[in-house]
C-alpha cells in the first residue's frame, strides 16, 4: 500500500483503509480544528490566507471533475453530528439540488479535500438519476436497466470500506435497502448511496485499476453513464 501510494502522489495512499477512512468524512472527536483555534469567528477564517489557498483548491478540483465550481463551496463553519453515542465532524455535504458544501479543517491535505469532493460529487449525480428513476413508469428504461441490482443481490455484496459497512450495520429498515429508495427516511442510513460515493472515492484515490467489488464497480458506472445521459439531454 506504502508503494502505491508513492506511486500515485495525489492519493490518500494509506488513508483508505482503516480507521483513516472515517477521518476522511467524520473526522476525528473531538474536532482538531477547534481545538487549535477556539475562539475564530466564520469571518474571521474566511479571511486567513490558508483558507483561501483551501478555497481556491477546491474550485479548480471541482472543474477538474468537470462540475460546476460555483455550486461547490468552503464553509468555515463546524458540522458536528452525533453517530453511535460520539460526536463526529462533517467532512462535507451534498445536497439534493447539486449543492456542495466542504467544511474547513486546516488539517485537512489537497489529497483529502479531492477525496471529500469525489465522495460527495458521487452523491449528487446518485440524486439526479434518482430523481429520474422516481419520476418513470415502472417499467421505464431506468428501471430496465437497474433491475438486475435487487435488494438482496446488493445485501448480499454489503460495502467497499468501512464508513460504507457502518452504513449497512446501522440500517434499521425490516427489509435490505432498495436502489434509488429513500433510504435515511426508511432505515435511518443510506447504505447504497454511501458504498457508491466510496467507489468513486477510491477510483479518484487509487485510480481506475484499483481493486473493488465488481458489482457495485458496475452500479457506479452505470449510474455516472445515466447522468451524463441525463445532463446532455
Ligand atoms: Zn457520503
Redesign the pocket.
Known sequence: MRSRFEARPRGEGRGFGALSILRC?LGAAPPRHAAAAPDRTASEIENLSHFLKKQETLQRLAREFGYDASKVTLSPQTRTFDYLGQSFTSEGQSFPDGRIEIYYDPQMTDARLGCCLA??LQ?VRYFVVRDAYCAEPTDGPLHRRFAKYAPEALGAQRGVSNYSNEHWDAWKGDAPPKLFSMELEMGKSEPIN?TI?EVAKALYNWGPDVRINPLWRELHDAINEEYAALRSA
Open positions: 468524512w465522495h460527495e452523491h454511501e460515493a
